[in-house]
T-cell receptor
């Protein structure tokens, strides 16, 4: 069965510092991988997705993620944090096939200190 | 452009009451699903549908019913609400044959007393 592990339920960085949110997955088949962001009292918004086209994926708001098959990882990074990046971030993996049954990690809440 | 619309946004129920959370999408997506979000648990799949007349169970289906009579609508029914069903519920949809990128509604916050 596929699963997603997000290391760190809460990450705190200073404004301008590097953001690194970790995600590891388990999958028996090449996966589709996603990062979603959730701002307070809102739904989830897609940040970026990996669909096997390129291992380094660029998303919205300056975020990017690198797919590393050997490490089964899909970590999310941003070179310089902004106060507006404070939110909860979810990594997700597609179970395979064309269905949208995503398996989500438990989420990482990002705080940005001024 | 409405996307995925959920109603109501907030609801308070007493134990044993029933209610329906509504979900509608205007993107002609074949696939629709319901997730619940609980603190520290991420999102867990309740039920999903790959088209009108077809539904299936997800990870946590107990206590919930769904039906899919049209492509646009996918209501979630709680027949006898329990405090354990206090949660935020999200409806999502996607196009079959896509990578599975889900489009989410804004959520429905349910409290069962």
């Amino acid at each position: 069965a596929q699963s997603v592990t997000q290391l760190g339920s809460h990450v705190s960085v200073s404004e301008g510092a590097l953001v690194l949110l970790r995600c590891n997955y388990s999958s028996s088949v090449p996966p589709y991988l996603f990062w979603y962001v959730q701002y307070p009292n809102q739904g989830l918004q897609l940040l970026l997705k990996y669909t096997s086209a390129a291992t380094l994926v660029k998303g919205i708001n300056g975020f990017e993620a690198e797919f590393k098959k050997s490490e089964t990882s899909f970590h999310l990074t941003k070179p310089s944090a902004h106060m507006s990046d404070a939110a909860e971030y979810f990594c997700a993996v597609n179970q395979g096939g064309s269905q949208g049954n995503l398996i989500f990690g438990k989420g990482t809440k990002l705080s940005v200190k001024p | 452009n409405a996307g995925v619309t959920q109603t109501p946004k907030f609801q308070v129920l007493k134990t044993g009451q029933s209610m329906t959370l509504q979900c509608a999408q205007d993107m002609n997506h074949e696939y629709m699903s319901w997730y619940r979000q609980d603190p520290g648990m991420g999102l867990r799949l309740i039920h999903y549908s790959v088209g009108a007349g077809i539904t299936d169970q997800g990870e946590v289906p107990n206590g919930y019913n769904v039906s899919r009579s049209t492509t646009e609508d996918f209501p979630l029914r709680l027949l006898s609400a329990a405090p354990s069903q206090t949660s935020v519920y999200f409806c999502a949809s996607t196009r079959q044959g896509s990578s599975g990128e889900l489009f989410f509604g804004e959520g429905s916050r349910l409290t069962v007393l």
